[in-house]
T-cell receptor
């Protein structure tokens, strides 16, 4: 059974640009959640999608957005990139909604903003 | 103030030692996750527990919901256990249980 796949693994952008990251969950998993990890703040919850609807959202500005498709694949977008957006972005999939079930993480997308 | 506190932040052990990592939380949660992150970034879910104790190989996790405390134990530690261990629980913020709140992590280094 294939794991959670995130693309791209590494990318470099400049300030002001926008970026789209992709997450393909484990087959049969309907929930995809996104997280940002930085050395200063650690891991922080961005948002969760379940059945194509955003169910929960963390405390991030509106420049961070996402969506989920009918096949449960999810994308997150960051517009008007800032230097502080440099981070490892992780997604996780689970069978059910919310954080009460086992989470399966992807390897992450490492974003560098110059 | 982070609602999930881990201790210690850093831990160095000799191979074979028994290791304990603690996690305390101030939010009311129904379940707690223990995660392992190796250098390079990939995260593996070790345990998700809501009561009592769970065991997987040399790893044991316990939780006391009333005392809002969980521990992760590693028996007969090995250098391959070197990683960052993170606990996380769903926040009640906004009346919605779903946002995970993470501890800062415990960096474990096991020396041969």
């Amino acid at each position: 059974k294939a794991g959670v796949t995130q693309t791209p693994r590494y990318l470099i952008k400049t300030r002001g640009q926008q970026v789209t990251l992709s997450c393909s969950p484990i087959s049969g998993h309907r929930s995809v959640s996104w997280y940002q990890q930085t050395p200063g703040q650690g891991l922080q919850f961005l948002f969760e999608y379940f059945s194509e609807t955003q169910r929960n959202k963390g405390n991030f500005p509106g420049r961070f957005s996402g969506r989920q498709f009918s096949n449960s694949r999810s994308e997150m977008n960051v517009s008007t990139l800032e230097l502080g957006d440099s981070a490892l972005y992780l997604c996780a999939s689970s069978v059910g909604q919310g954080a009460g079930g086992e989470l399966f993480f992807g390897e992450g997308s490492r974003l560098t903003v110059l | 103030k982070n609602e999930v506190e881990q201790s210690p932040q850093n831990l160095t052990a000799q191979e074979g030692e028994f290791i304990t990592i603690n996690c305390s939380y101030s939010v009311g949660i129904s379940a707690l996750h223990w995660l392992q992150q190796h250098p390079g970034g990939g995260i593996v879910s070790l345990f998700m527990l809501s009561s009592g104790k769970k065991k997987h190989g040399r790893l044991i996790a316990t939780i006391n919901i009333q005392e809002k405390h969980s521990s992760l134990h590693i028996t007969a530690s090995h250098p391959r256990d070197s990683a960052v261990y993170i606990c996380a629980g769903p926040s009640n913020y906004g009346g919605s249980q779903g946002n995970l709140i993470f501890g800062k992590g415990t960096k474990l280094s096991v020396k041969p």
